[in-house]
């Protein structure tokens, strides 16, 4: 899939389904986000390709891997597969291909032994980085709000520079970057090198505005009903 923005819009993906508006990591979140008009949908799968953040955050009716692509590609949607176990890539290749969503999905991980995995298995595949690694899985930074903007200030500031180790390490064709550290010379070297950068998790409109003004090519929210009001008022989005 070419996620590389080239002058249009840029693609919306619903994080965790629609997670402001449904249960994440379930098929109602995933509606509400296909309802929406998402480009893409995503969700986490870990061990035993259940569709979940971690254990402790299983929905109270888990679903598998399959059952959530066989949902996005009945109702036309692509996917966003996030891995949360090192070792279930080949599972995931697999099932984007038996589900022909493959040339609609993008495989992400934070670690970068399970994206060159990826990359070994399907080098076809748009596959992303994630950066720097969510441990409180909400798209937030685990610090107190001042030290993570400055925090964040500095790691923006380095990015332009991290960015061709960054997708080098990981065999990434795609960056997946906390809004916080997405800049406009950051999105410029990833382009530079061939790769979209995809950001996330933005739920305000005035993040969503600076982003699209760097020029990402994707933005991930958890109400994407921010995310298209905001295209539209900049005239993003017929």
């Known amino acids: ?89 080949p599972q995931v290749v697999d099932a984007l291909r038996r589900h022909a969503l493959a040339d609609r999905a993008l495989v992400s991980s934070a670690v970068p032994r399970s994206v060159r995995r990826t990359a070994r298995l399907a080098p076809d595949l748009s596959r992303a980085l994630g950066y720097p690694r969510d441990r409180v899985g909400a798209g937030g930074l685990p610090w107190p709000t001042a030290v993570a903007a400055a925090g964040a200030s500095t790691l923006r500031a380095a990015m332009p520079l991290r960015v061709p180790l960054l997708l080098r390490s990981a065999r990434a064709n795609v960056l997946s970057l906390h809004r916080r550290i997405v800049s406009r010379a950051a999105v410029a070297a990833a382009h530079a090198r061939g790769a979209a950068v995809v950001a996330w998790t933005a739920n305000d409109p005035s993040d969503v505005a600076r982003l699209v003004e760097d020029g990402v090519d994707a933005i991930v929210s958890d109400d994407p009903r921010v995310v298209f009001e905001t295209l539209a008022r900049l005239g993003n989005r017929q």
Do not use: W
């Not at 249009?8 to 379930?26: D, K, M, Q």
């Not at 986000?33 to 893409?40: F, M, S």
């Not at 009716?61 to 109702?75: F, Q, T, V």
């Open 1 to 89: 899939m070419n996620l590389r923005r080239d002058g249009r819009s840029p693609f919306v993906i619903g994080h965790r389904g629609a997670a402001a508006l449904a249960p994440e990591n379930t098929l109602e979140g995933f509606a509400a986000a296909v309802d929406l008009g998402c480009d893409l949908v995503e969700f986490d799968v870990g061990p035993g390709l259940v569709v979940a953040h971690s254990v402790q955050e299983r929905p109270l009716e888990p679903i598998l891997l399959d059952d959530a692509l066989d949902y996005l590609r009945g109702r036309g949607a692509g996917a966003h597969v996030d891995v949360k176990q090192v070792g279930i890539e």
